[in-house]
């Protein structure tokens, strides 16, 4: 890219970030240095405020520079990632978004150990929301690596690394100045971005093709090099059996895993009330929804205009079809329209990186300081109090986030993110179901289920194509690559599920029906919540 590209583009993304770090100092400055202001903002915003917030932690780079980049690469087949990103939402809203508001006071430990032996059960619970929360935030990184990548002209690697470490201290400074409260108000803000840009780059896209939906589709058709077989079922998941199955466990995976994710479930502790967090998870499929249907046209258009060999060239995993799509909107490269759109698409993206990495990280703090650490430090001894093992815990788990970033740096950041709600839905979201509507659930049963999810889907991912085997892979000239399918779901969430049941009729424990009479009032009714 030109000079004037990344002059401009770097002075927008500055400006976000002074605005973003002026929002951070004034969430500071408001705080009482309280768990339930850092964790939880206070629980004071509005459903509306809350339900942009959620969908800018929601919106990731995995939506902005994933998605589409999968649309324009493989059409047909990159819009499945858009169908399963929406479609759990309605598994949100209606199993889990009011009675985990209920239920909870800050994260997914909470809610099961309300009627289990809190220790074992926290343990495990805030072990793998940290974990999930890392495999996230490793997507993110991977994501400003790519834009860093696209700004300089892939002439500097050394540049990529330090965006990668620039990033990954400035979610550890909004984090641990401001909190919940500075986290939420950067989502909202980075949320408006979003949807701005989108809208605008939609608009231009639709304006090209002079809002003829057919044209586009047979234009992006004919630049893919696949003729009519792009826009159907079958380029990246149908060549044979091992394909369809792996689109099985990636559907799996992203409609059962947001129900599971930890920075999802965290936002419903910020507003007052069940009834809030309900209407919080309806504006948030509305904002989603628009979001998602206009990627597709983005996508569509990445494929039209610019076309998958420009994308590949430029980025082989296809995380800079968006940026590129601006550019040529505006007039190609060195048209002064076409400079300010791709900078501005650039800042965007990195503002969506930036934002979604601080939610991840304060959630995965917390897990660190109100699960593990209460869990695990001495009930008579000198203790530090859960905020300042949070900020602490968030250095160490920033600097995690970067080493694994910049390992994993050439693969596309929505398939990442696939990985992720594998996880998530295999070890987050059976222990969560049993422990809302199973009355004869155990705690044996709560830590077989996180742990027979969450080992099984980790090995899955080390034994498979992703790690090693394929040119592809993160580690290409080695082989042990034992299980054919990139995403785990469609073996590990039947054994997290199969492990809960497995522990609980195996357990001497017997459930406490009181307990369970509680907590399903106290779920429906809000009756005791905090």
């Given amino acids: 890219m030109t000079g004037s590209h990344q002059t401009l583009a770097l002075l927008l993304f500055s400006g976000f ?6 929002i951070t100092t004034w969430a500071g400055r408001r705080r009482h240095g309280s768990e339930e202001e850092f964790y939880a903002g206070g629980r004071l915003f509005s459903p509306m405020e809350n339900g942009f917030a959620i969908a800018g932690d929601y919106m990731s780079a995995a939506s902005f520079l994933g998605v589409t980049g999968l649309i324009a690469l493989y059409g047909y087949d990159g819009l499945l990632y858009v169908v399963g990103f929406l479609v759990a939402w309605l598994v949100v809203l209606f199993l889990v978004a009011e009675l985990v508001r209920n239920c909870g006071r800050f994260t997914l430990a909470d809610v099961v150990a309300t009627r289990m032996s809190e220790r ?27 834009l860093v990548a696209l700004l300089l002209g892939r002439t500097s690697g050394a540049a990529q690394v330090w965006a990668v470490i620039g990033v990954g201290a400035l979610m550890v400074i909004y984090v641990s100045l401001g909190g919940m409260r500075a986290t939420t108000w950067i989502q909202i803000v980075k949320a408006v971005l979003l949807l701005s840009g989108t809208i605008a780059l939609t608009v231009l896209v639709l304006l090209r093709f002079h809002g003829d939906i057919d044209r586009l589709l047979v234009t992006a058709a004919e630049h893919s090099g696949h003729g009519d077989a792009y826009l159907a079922p079958g380029l990246r998941y149908g060549g044979n059996w091992t394909s369809r199955l ?13 129900a599971g994710l930890p920075h999802i479930l965290s936002r419903f502790y910020t507003v007052p009330t069940a009834r809030a967090a309900r209407r919080s998870a309806v504006w948030s499929i509305g904002l989603i929804g628009g979001f998602y249907l206009m990627a597709i046209v983005l996508g569509l258009g990445a494929a039209a205009v610019v076309g998958p060999q420009a994308v590949r060239h430029s980025n082989a995993a296809g995380n800079t079809a ?8 505006g007039g190609g490269a060195g048209s002064t329209t076409g400079t300010v759109l791709f900078a501005v698409v650039a800042a965007i993206a990195f503002a969506t990186i930036l934002a979604v990495v601080a939610g991840l990280t304060l959630v995965s703090s917390a897990s660190v300081a109100h699960d593990l650490y209460a869990s695990l430090r001495r009930p008579h001894g ?12 968030a250095v160490g788990i920033g600097v995690v986030a970067i080493a694994l970033g910049l390992l994993a740096r050439d693969l596309n950041v929505a398939f990442l993110v696939g990985l992720a709600f594998a996880v998530a839905a295999s070890a987050n979201f059976p222990v969560l179901l049993y422990s809302l509507f199973w009355s004869g659930f155990t705690t044996r049963g709560a830590v077989w289920a996180v742990y027979g999810g969450l080992v099984p889907s980790l090995g899955l991912v080390l034994l498979s194509p992703v790690v090693s085997g394929s040119p592809g892979s993160l580690f290409p000239d080695v082989d042990f690559q034992y299980f054919p399918l990139q995403n785990p779901g469609i073996v590990s969430i039947p054994l997290g599920f199969l492990a809960g049941w497995l522990g609980t009729v195996t357990s001497d424990e017997v459930a406490d029906d009181g307990k369970y009479a509680e907590t399903e009032v106290r779920s429906l009714t809000g009756a005791g919540a905090v």
């Avoid at 970030?17 to 002026?22: I, M, P, Y």
């Avoid at 059960?121 to 929301?129: D, K």
């Avoid at 792996?246 to 947001?258: C, E, N, R, Y």
């Avoid at 968006?322 to 909107?329: E, I």
Wanted: proline share 3%.
């Fill in 17 to 22: 970030v002074a605005v973003t770090l002026g």
């Fill in 120 to 146: 074992p059960v926290r343990i495990a619970a805030g072990t793998s929301s940290v974990t999930v929360s890392i495999l996230y935030l490793v997507a993110q990184m991977v994501g400003a690596g790519s």
């Fill in 246 to 258: 792996d689109f099985i466990s990636l559907g799996l995976a992203l409609v059962l895993g947001t």
């Fill in 322 to 329: 968006v940026p590129l799509l601006a550019l040529d909107l």
């Fill in 382 to 393: 000198r203790t530090r109090s859960e905020v300042a093992v949070a900020r602490f815990a």
